[in-house]
């Protein structure tokens, strides 16, 4: 495991990675070595090799998340190579400037996989982000934001009670950054550019700073802003990425910032079917929308310089319905739960199957519109199985992070369905519902409609919810785009 940074030009480096699983304890003083895969640097234009060789006593494969890729490249399940294989990708960096991020994406055990290690961050840079000269070097961070168990003789433990804590997803009580505990940053008075990545499996975190400071958004998955924007706090999905602009110039050396995941509401599980058994959803340890320190900043140093925040970061093309290509057409994504296993249109993961629904034009934008359907959802849609709790006795509905795999999309719309939900409020003004994203997190009664391209690239791609509990149950698909 080694960190490659490399340079722009016809040569092509090769960057091996060994895929092993670590276990043993994060330290509470310095970040694991191996606890994440190394960050790669690229460029874009670059074209990379990188040799994937699995040393696990059971199969993996690599996935490159937000990056457009030629589909064999792109790490479907169905290319999981055994113990003692490699996989060899070779592909060109198609993507601006960005934070992406690579993990295992292996049929069934990508929540397992994820968790002891089988991740890791992936930055892109382009001539355009050269220019802006942002906050580089020390001053450019990754907040990568997990949450772990740990056992008494601190194991990294991988533990689902039962159920109920299937359905929500592992949620762990000890919050690792970077892989520490308890984390502290030292930065000096001046601006930094923080990439915040949520690689948890299924904690969404509300990040935020307790007096209600705004926090300053610079990009979002995978690629800058077209212009600096303003949030009171950002809400953070498993698999989502956010670079903000923080800036400690006034702050007192000595003094600490500590930056949270603040409460919020509308993220347990709602019971259909007359509510019952709701309280069997409560968990030990810290529940999902639960108040807790994220991170620490530690005043460490004045300094006198500090960079400007640019007026504007990146040319941006806003699209629209009008560049649908089929504007009759509307692809749908309707999220529900039966028989305890998460689904997306009333079906579940088949590894090389489509339905005409999931058969795309290549070279087209299309709009897809993403929602829950039915099951448990007070004054919802109804469709089929309604409100009535659904045939397999519980119905529920709860957030989920959709990712759709190849190019990033637009949002066009947020719609909330449920007029009844005061538990919104508690969320909705921390969606970041401009720039590319490749990820997005539908509440409950929530439906957020998208624009995205398909170009260039034929073939089996996935979209799946990125609760990785909910991907390896079964809520993912394929397109197939030709
Ligand atoms: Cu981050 Cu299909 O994955
Ligand atoms: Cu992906
Ligand atoms: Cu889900």
């Given at each position: 495991r080694e960190t490659v940074s490399l340079k722009p030009g016809p040569a092509t480096r090769v960057f091996r990675y060994h895929a092993t699983l670590r276990k043993g304890p994060p330290s509470t003083l310095v970040p694991m070595p191996g606890y994440l895969g190394p960050t790669l640097n690229f460029v874009q234009g670059q074209k990379v090799r990188i040799i994937f060789h699995n040393q696990l006593p059971e199969p993996t494969i690599a996935h490159w998340h937000g990056l457009h890729v030629p589909q064999v490249m792109?790490?479907?399940?169905?290319?999981a190579i055994a113990q003692g294989q490699q996989y060899i990708y070779e592909y060109e960096i198609?993507?601006?400037?960005g934070t992406n991020w690579y993990h295992s994406h292996t049929h069934e055990m990508t929540a397992t996989q994820v968790y002891q290690g089988l991740a890791g961050l992936l930055t892109i840079t382009d001539e355009q982000e050269q220019k802006?000269?942002?906050?580089?070097?020390?001053?450019?961070l990754p907040i990568v934001i997990q949450d772990r168990n740990f056992t008494a003789d601190n194991q990294l433990q991988y533990l689902q009670r039962g159920m109920h804590e299937r359905m929500v997803g592992f949620l762990g009580d000890t919050i690792v950054v970077n892989g520490q505990i308890k984390p502290v940053i030292p930065v000096k008075t001046r601006a930094y550019r923080l990439r915040f990545f949520?690689?948890?499996?299924s904690r969404i975190y509300k990040l935020g700073w307790k007096d209600g400071t705004p926090l300053t958004v610079i990009g979002t998955d995978g690629t800058l802003l077209e212009k600096p924007e303003t949030y009171p706090y950002i809400m953070l999905a498993p698999a989502e990425r956010v670079e903000c602009w923080v800036d400690f110039s006034g702050r007192e050396p000595g003094t600490d910032l500590m930056l949270y995941s603040l409460e919020f509401k509308g993220a347990v599980p709602r019971m259909g079917?007359?509510?019952?058994?709701?309280?069997?959803m409560r968990r030990h340890g810290m529940p999902q929308g639960a108040v807790f320190p994220v991170v620490k900043f530690h005043i460490a140093e004045k300094v006198s310089e500090s960079p400007g925040l640019p007026e504007n970061l990146t040319p941006f093309h806003r699209l629209t319905?009008?560049?649908?290509?089929?504007?009759?057409r509307e692809i749908p994504i309707a999220l529900s739960m039966r028989r305890m296993s998460p689904q997306l249109n009333g079906l579940s993961f088949e590894m090389l199957k489509v339905v005409d629904a999931e058969r795309i034009p290549v070279n087209t934008i299309q709009k897809i519109r993403i929602y829950h359907d039915g099951h448990?959802?007070?004054?919802?849609?109804?469709?089929?199985?309604?409100?009535?709790?659904g045939r397999g006795g519980m119905g529920m509905t709860m957030p989920h992070p959709i990712h759709l795999h190849g190019e990033q999309f637009q949002i066009l719309s947020r719609i909330m369905r449920?007029?009844?939900?005061?538990?919104y409020d508690t969320v909705?003004?921390?969606?970041?519902?401009s720039g590319r994203k490749d990820t997005v997190l539908v509440m409950p009664g929530e439906e957020v409609t998208i624009l995205k391209p398909f170009n260039d690239y034929t073939g089996l791609y996935l979209y799946h919810c990125h609760n990785l509990e909910h991907e390896d149950m079964g809520m993912m698909r394929n397109f197939l785009v030709s």
């Open positions: 792109d790490g479907h399940p169905m290319y198609r993507n601006p400037a802006l000269a942002l906050p580089g070097g020390e001053y450019d949520n690689g948890s499996n079917g007359g509510r019952r058994g709701g309280g069997g319905e009008k560049d649908v290509s089929d504007p009759a448990g959802m007070r004054g919802g849609r109804g469709g089929p199985g309604g409100a009535r709790g449920d007029q009844n939900t005061s538990d909705k003004k921390g969606f970041i519902n």
